[in-house]
Nanobody, 124 residues
Framework: QAHLVESGGGLVQAGGSLRLSCAAS????????MGWFRQAPGKEREFVAA???????NYADSVKGRFTISRDNAKYTLYLQMNSLKPEDTAVYYC??????????????????WGPGTQVTVAS
């Protein structure tokens, strides 16, 4: 059975940084496309970033230049480095595995496995 578990969330001042991790287990990881999504209270879940098996990346416009997605296939781990954090970045952050037939990396319905999420709070 496959599992994803996020870690690294917390409370940070505006302008600060956090690094999120997502540990994968239960199946192969190196050939899977992976993504990060986030959801604030009362709002819809939204795309943040995605990465292919060989390192090709895609970012939401709201985080370009501030966030960096990466992966370490040998360690079965996905990362999200978040710099210059803003209060509007406050949300629960989720990692997810894309379906093999997903043609739109920003569509959350194209992902078939999700972690439980980790809370990120940015204070003003």
């Amino acid at each position: 059975q496959a599992h994803l578990v996020e870690s690294g969330g917390g409370l940070v001042q505006a302008g600060g940084s956090l690094r999120l991790s997502c540990a994968a287990s239960g199946r192969t990881f190196s050939s899977d496309r992976m993504g990060w999504f986030r959801q604030a209270p009362g709002k819809e879940r939204e795309f943040v970033a995605a990465i292919s098996w060989n390192g090709v990346t895609n970012y939401a416009d709201s985080v370009k230049g501030r966030f960096t997605i990466s992966r370490d296939n040998a360690k079965y781990t996905l990362y999200l480095q978040m710099n210059s954090l803003k209060p509007e970045d406050t949300a629960v952050y989720y990692c997810a595995r894309s379906r093999a037939d997903n043609t739109n990396w920003q569509n959350l319905n194209g992902y078939d496995l999700w972690g439980p999420g980790t809370q990120v709070t940015v204070a003003s």
